[in-house]
Nanobody
Framework: QVQLVESGGGLVQAGGSLRLSCAAS????????MGWFRQAPGKEREFVAA??????????DYADSVKGRFTLSRDSAQNTVYLQMDSLKVEDTAVYYC?????????????????WGQGTQVTVSS
């Protein structure tokens, strides 16, 4: 059974950077789709970014709110996916979750993801 562990969250000033990690155990990311979501206090969980690898082609999808600032990458040897977050804004403050898709295709719908990590807190101060 796959398990996901996020890390890398913390407190950063607006304009700063953080890199979140999502380490998987029990399953390889090969041919899987991975997503990042976030949930701010009092708000619904929202899509941040997703990546899939199909037939050696990598597909990315980013929410408009993070496009150009956040970047997904993968370390296959470590079975880890990273979310590099640059130019952080106060409104990026949330708990960030990584998840494995039930399919091998990127999706913005949280219901399409079957395994979730425990989340990591990101706080951006002004």
């Amino acid at each position: 059974q796959v398990q996901l562990v996020e890390s890398g969250g913390g407190l950063v000033q607006a304009g700063g950077s953080l890199r979140l990690s999502c380490a998987a155990s029990g399953r390889s990311f090969t041919n899987a789709a991975m997503g990042w979501f976030r949930q701010a206090p009092g708000k619904e969980r929202e899509f941040v970014a997703a990546v899939s690898w199909r037939r050696a082609i990598t597909y990315y999808d980013y929410a408009d709110s993070v496009k150009g600032r956040f970047t997904l990458s993968r370390d296959s040897a470590q079975n880890t996916v990273y979310l590099q977050m640059d130019s952080l804004k106060v409104e990026d403050t949330a708990v960030y979750y990584c998840a494995v898709s039930r399919t091998d295709w990127v999706s913005r719908a949280s219901d399409d993801y079957g395994v979730w990590g425990q989340g990591t807190q990101v706080t951006v101060s002004s």
